[in-house]
């Protein structure tokens, strides 16, 4: 066999356990939704992570923003699950910030997941929530390009 085609082989292998991973991960993901969304309502915080472990946090809160359940996802690939964090279960969501002594012995990553979860929380109780698309690293490149063509445009024409 050529070199292409045992090459081309495992990188069908390696796209396919991939995948079927990251279903698991998704499914995983809506399972533990499920249960905290029976609770009440869920509170997601995120915080994406391009080359070091992304974070998602969840938490079920009631009417009055008390944690009822809290869950935190982290890592690098689609083996990441979700674990409980039974500390946070009474405390309040509006106080869960840097400053909240829980938090603070977080990793930065968590903290920020956890205060984007807040925010996220005020802003729908508010009616102020907009979902925001991230852009994708293609879309940012072409951005960069752009920007760059026309600030060597102006420096050519004498604008800059």
Known sequence: MSFMIVFGGMA????????FLGFLQIKHFNQVYQNLRKQGKVAIGRRAGKLRQGTIVMFAVNDQAKILDAYKMQG????????????????????IDRKHPLVQKENKLTQIAMEDAREVYIRVEIGDYKEEKPQSTFQQLGNLATQMKYTLSNKVKGRG
Do not use: E
């Open 76 to 95: 690098v690939t689609v083996l990441a699950k979700f674990k409980r964090l039974p500390q946070y279960i009474g405390q309040d969501l509006y106080l």
């Open 12 to 19: 069908l292998l390696a796209y396919l356990g991939q995948a």
